[in-house]
């Protein structure tokens, strides 16, 4: 099992510039999450999503938007890029249900916004 | 709302020591409590994962344990190793779906 893959690794935007972040699992879990990392601070949780066709947002949705289409894949969206969506995203994953809701992580992505 | 702290911000040992880091929420009414190690430039690695119903979880060298009538959780490290440097960050899951991390401590074992 390859996890959770995220691609790409690194990215350089200009300011009201477009892309997507793309986030694989291969573990068939139900549950998967959007979380953003800033410089010295914990993981804020951006949306997540309880199984295909089901999204939700977390604490920090705005100027995002995700889709679900398969269990496997989970992509975000950014729209209009901003210096203030400067971080580093990362994806996870858990099998959801009645088990442990352990967490498994991917790479991350470090987006650059100027 | 939630919300997660941890003590200290950074910590440095000499190779060898125990050591001991902490993490305060504010709300008790938690599904589990999870902890990560992360190095620098990577993704978050599960350590320890700690049920609501449980008082304490071992893998190791690691043992985390769990009041969630104070809001803390602890995670002891014995006979640190310079491979333990790395932050190490603790989250707490609601009963909904939100997973709320505290911003982590820094650790560095000294050779």
């Known amino acids: 099992n390859a996890g959770v893959t995220q691609t790409p690794k690194f990215r350089i935007l200009k300011i009201g510039q477009s892309m997507t972040l793309q986030c694989t699992q291969d573990?068939?879990?139900?549950?998967m999450y959007w979380y953003r990392q800033d410089p010295g601070m914990g993981l804020k949780l951006i949306y997540y999503?309880?199984?295909?066709?089901?999204?939700d947002k977390g604490e920090v949705p705005n100027g995002y938007n995700v889709s679900r289409s398969t269990t496997e894949d989970f992509p975000l969206r950014l729209e209009l890029a901003a210096p203030s969506q400067t971080s580093v995203y990362f994806c996870a994953s858990t099998i959801g249900g009645r088990d442990t809701y352990e967490q498994y992580f991917g790479p991350g992505t470090r987006l650059t916004v100027t | 709302k939630q919300e997660v702290t941890q003590i200290p911000a950074a910590l440095s040992v000499p190779e060898g020591e125990n050591l001991v880091l902490n993490c305060s929420f504010t709300d008790s009414a938690i599904y589990n409590l999870q902890w990560f190690r992360q190095d620098p430039g990577k993704g978050l690695t599960s350590l320890l994962l700690i049920q609501s119903s449980q008082r304490e979880q071992t893998s190791g060298r690691l043992n985390a344990s769990l009041d969630k009538s104070s809001g803390r959780s602890t995670l002891y490290i014995a006979a640190s190793q310079p491979g333990d440097s790395a932050t190490y960050l603790c989250?707490?899951?609601?009963?909904?779906?939100?997973?709320?991390f505290g911003p982590g401590t820094r650790l560095s074992v000294l050779p």
């Open positions: 999503s309880v199984g295909a066709g089901i999204t």
């Open positions: 573990m068939n879990h139900n549950y």
């Open positions: 989250a707490v899951r609601d009963y909904g779906q939100n997973f709320v």
